[in-house]
């Protein structure tokens, strides 16, 4: 089951271009997926399939047409490319370059795929992480562990002679707890992952982190509620960098910049963020979970600065969103699959490390809320307005932590929330987790080292 | 290749296998999409896609597979991945291939008028969204997408235990999102129209509401944090339904995923509530006459003034619990493994008319908008804390926009503290549904 042959795309991208658009390009996938579900200790549910198919993508201008179809057979990759093509009238030529495979340094190697294993293996490492969360205490009564692997196998190639290869091989566990009490639930939540094969489970410490979930579960199940109103907010590392995901990364993205849709746009250079601040996406980090070896229109990833010690320094742009702002695209255009159009995302995204100490941090809080592990959130890019969860909270009192709080949620303008961060400390840690936004679901990972945010309104029913 | 030859090569050599019985689901759709945007056609996409999901009793337990890719060359994997799935699925429920209902109910959601409609006719149709918008006030400064979408699905479901059943639809979907500037302050706002016939769909309509939508939210501030009586408007409440669904399905009861054990015949919501599941609803977006066994599908009431009627089953799920599979045995796509899923799923409407609320309500705050429900619900527990958005009410009539605020409460709670239910019902682009609702005494964050 191989991917297209290099004829048959020229020939597709030729009647794809045959009425002279800027650029015709092909983006062809075959990805096997395996998941598993294990509730309680017991393996319910094991899927794995095929998702195939191709899209064919014409810019000409402003305009777009996008076709895709799970055929693949040649003569019916060439009659829909053909009919997209008549869609646009261009004044370009309408010869397609000779295709030339493109070198690209393979940034995260599998050592072991899922064909090299018997699958009882991973029902065998969910199962020490379910036994050490029952393990952890009494109060536990359910767990879910799950594992999701994918090897996706892409080709781009477009019209003006480009041929990438590329295989894309993910891993992911994840791990919930919860505890019961006789009218509450509460659920600890760990879901950690990688650019990896299953060398990635093999070194994994399911049981500790397994624990750490049902930690979560139970102190919150003994938790009150949040208390309500504008606190300084303590957000530790890790996960915690969702803030910035959220509050200011997807407003950095060309799709809402070009439009002039997001707070950030034509604020290149000025100050945005207080000067403590400078963040970075960044997707040629080795195996990391939101790392890609070239993005899906066939660019190499970049380290790109966005933030600089507060000033804003560039966005995320990709070809099309690009051309509407003359900016070249950052090597961070991605797709969840052939069905979407790729627009520039986040890769691995992150508030770079600071230089205060986490001890002062704390010490130095009199009153606050501090976020120790966050869940998930969302944002409105025009308005900067963003939501997001906190998954284990704690009252600071007197520059110590002391007792946790249940429910909260921490809301704000993402402009207004940038200015305020006050002490960034230098332990710096990167967390994954799946983003969603017009080209569909992705992997990506949030970070930062632990923030302190002078004041934010926290929701809690307390 | 043909699915129906493609099936039975499968099942043949699934059988010759070892499997006991075995299923093939397939769905196909085919969509065309126009986006504009400043006058012209931004986006134009064309789809077509489908795949197929097999299922089999091997050794008792079901393996299941998928694939996009449909050829003779993918058999084998099929057969040898489903059959290793199958071996290690270690729980004790007992899921089952059907032979079919005795009876289906015809449901009218294919309209062939629909495939004739242009892409010029809808290229015209969104550009007038967008100019509708832009003229409607100058105040609305961009249209960020304009879009309409028309999508044809078909669904085959074949057995070897005798059951062939198929069903197909089709839909348009218009949609708009546009920009409000005031003072350098900018707000977006979205309005949609699902239908199942071009003619429903009025362009100046739906623009005209995103853009008052946007306008009426220009200006707004905070409000003192506290406990507040609120009205939940229509979409706001149909988004914390559909979130809060699964606290129905006997699944997640037997499982301890929802808090409704031994509750069947409880009052557990206030009498104003009645909550329905309404497979059969003409002109409904998630109306089907089979679900994804091949359970046939029938209306009834999940919530009856108050008092919770039944569970939403699959077939796995009631037989556990000694019942039987209500036709909510769902697979999320043909990717997926059979799970539960409501269909028109929404709170039947009661008599105050929005006036009606207001005037009722008297002091406090509308909110017209949740955000941040897939992170800040706890699904279990019921217990959410959602950033909001809405109006502060004052004797009645509405005083001025409010955001930044978020509203925490329970989902079992407010079910039981519902004052009053609207007639204002609104299905939500999930497919479920609900009137705005008056609920007393909810905890307010702002200032």
Redesign the interface.
């Known amino acids: 089951?191989n991917l297209l042959d290099k004829q048959t795309v020229y020939d597709v991208l030729e009647a794809a271009k045959a009425s002279g658009a800027e650029l015709a390009e092909l983006f062809a996938e075959?990805k096997s997926t395996e998941g598993?579900t294990m509730?309680?200790g017991?393996?319910?549910?094991?899927?794995?399939?095929?998702?195939?198919?191709v899209g064919i993508r014409i810019i000409n201008g402003?305009?777009?047409?996008?076709?895709?179809?799970?055929?693949?057979d040649r003569d019916e990759l060439i009659k829909?490319a053909r009919?997209?093509s008549l869609?646009i009238s261009g004044n370009r030529d309408n010869t397609v370059q000779t295709l030339s495979a493109m070198t690209i340094p393979n940034l995260c190697p599998a050592e072991i795929r899922i064909s090299d294993i018997k699958?009882?293996e991973i029902?065998n490492i969910l199962r020490r992480g379910s036994q050490s969360a029952f393990n952890y205490d009494p109060l536990i009564?359910?767990t879910a562990m799950g594992y999701a692997s994918s090897e996706q196998k892409v080709l781009i190639a477009n019209s003006e002679g480009l041929w990438a290869e590329d295989e894309r091989v993910r891993t992911r566990a994840s791990v919930s707890a919860?505890a019961?009490s006789e009218?509450?639930?509460?659920?600890g939540y760990f879901g950690p992952g990688a650019m990896k094969g299953f060398e990635f489970m093999r070194a994994l410490d399911i049981e500790a982190i397994a624990s750490d979930a049902a930690r979560c579960a139970v102190t919150m199940l003994k938790a009150d509620e949040?208390p309500?109103?504008?606190f300084p907010v303590i957000i530790d590392n890790g996960f915690g960098g969702v803030i910035f995901h959220e509050a200011c990364g997807h407003g950095l993205e060309a799709a809402s910049v070009s439009?002039?849709?997001s707070?950030f746009a034509g604020k290149l250079g000025q100050k945005i963020a207080s000067e403590k601040v400078t963040a970075i996406d960044d997707g040629t980090i080795a195996n990391s979970w939101g790392s890609i070896s070239v993005d899906d229109e066939g660019h190499l990833p970049q380290k790109n600065i966005l933030i600089e010690n507060g000033i804003l320094k560039g966005y995320m742009t990709d070809r099309f969103n690009g051309a509407r702002m003359g900016a070249e695209a950052t090597g961070s255009s991605r797709r969840e699959s052939y069905?979407y159009?790729p627009v520039s995302r986040m890769t691995n995204t992150y508030i770079a490390a600071g230089n205060d100490s986490r001890d002062d941090i704390i010490s130095s809080t009199k009153y606050g809320i501090y976020a120790r592990h966050m869940?998930?959130?969302?944002v409105?890019?025009?308005?900067g307005?963003?939501?997001?969860?906190v998954n284990e909270a704690y009252i600071v009192r007197n520059g110590k932590i002391c007792e946790p709080v249940?429910?909260?949620?921490l809301?704000?303008?993402g402009s207004e929330v940038l200015l305020n961060i006050d002490m960034v400390s230098s332990d710096l840690k990167l967390a994954e987790g799946m983003c969603g936004a017009s080209s569909g679901s992705i992997p990506v990972c949030v970070g930062q080292p632990m923030i302190r945010v002078s004041e934010m309104?926290?929701?809690?029913?307390g | 290749m043909d699915i129906v030859l493609f099936k039975e090569k499968l099942f043949k050599k699934a059988l010759d296998e070892g499997f006991t019985k075995c299923e093939l689901f397939y769905s196909s759709a085919d969509s065309e999409d126009i986006k504009v945007y400043k006058g012209e056609t931004e986006k134009y996409s064309v789809t077509n896609t489908g795949g197929f999901g097999f299922r089999g009793l091997y050794n008792g337990k079901m393996g299941y597979f998928f694939s996009e890719y449909i050829s003779e060359e993918v058999i084998d994997t099929v057969i040898q991945n489903a059959m290793q799935n199958a071996e290690l699925i270690e729980t004790d429920d007992k899921e089952e291939i059907f032979s079919g209902s005795d009876k289906y109910e015809k449901v009218e959601h294919f309209n062939e008028a629909l495939l004739n409609v242009s892409p010029e006719i809808k290229t015209r149709f969104a550009l007038d969204m967008e100019r509708f918008a832009l003229e409607y006030d100058k105040r609305i400064i961009a249209v960020n997408s304009s879009i309409i979408d028309t999508v044809s699905g078909e669904t085959y479901i074949a057995n070897t235990s005798g059951l062939e059943l198929s069903d197909k639809s089709n839909f348009a979907l218009a949609y708009i999102d546009v920009i409000a500037e005031k003072d350098g302050e900018q707000i977006e706002k979205g309005e949609f129209k699902l239908a199942q016939s071009y003619d429903e769909l009025n362009a100046k309509e739906i623009a005209e509401q995103a853009a008052k939508k946007a306008l009426s939210a220009l200006g707004a501030s905070s409000v003192k944090s506290g406990e507040y009586d609120i009205i939940i408007q229509n979409e706001a409440f149909a988004d914390i339904l559909e979130c809060f669904e699964g606290c129905f399905y006997g699944d997640n009861v037997r499982k301890g995923f929802s808090l409704l054990k031994d509750s069947i015949g409880k009052s557990i919501a206030s009498e104003t509530v009645t909550i329905a599941d309404e497979p059969l609803l003409k002109g409904g977006f998630s109306s089907t006459p089979f679900d994804s066994e091949g359970v046939a599908c029938y209306n009834k009431n999940v919530v009856e003034n108050g008092e919770l009627k039944l569970l939403l089953h699959n077939m796995t799920s009631a037989a556990a619990m000694g019942t039987t599979s209500t036709g909510n045995g769902f697979k999320a796509s043909f990717k997926s493994t059979v799970g539960t899923n409501a269909t028109n799923f929404y709170l039947k409407p009661g008599e105050s008319d929005f006036t009606d609320l207001l005037t009722k309500l008297k002091d406090g705050l509308l909110i017209t908008e949740v955000q941040g429900l897939h992170s800040g619900a706890n699904k279990i527990s019921g217990d959410f804390s959602l950033a909001a958005e809405g109006f502060l009410i004052k004797d009645g009539k509405i005083d001025r926009p409010v955001n930044q605020i978020t509203v925490a409460s329970n989902f079992y709670k407010i079910l039981k503290s519902v004052k009053t239910v609207g007639t204002d019902l609104k299905f939500g682009i999930s497919g479920v549904g609900s009137p705005s609702v008056h609920i007393e005494k909810v905890a307010v964050s702002g200032l």
């Open positions: 089951m075959r598993m509730i309680n017991k393996v319910e549910k094991v899927l794995s399939g095929i998702d195939s198919g402003g305009k777009v047409v996008y076709v895709y179809t799970n055929k693949t829909i009919s997209a869609t699958k009882s029902a009564t359910q919860v019961s009218s509450e639930k509460q659920t949040c309500s109103g504008r439009k002039n849709a707070v069905k159009v869940g998930g959130g969302s409105d890019p025009v308005s307005d963003f939501n997001f969860a249940r429910g909260a949620t809301i704000g303008k309104t926290v929701g809690g029913r």
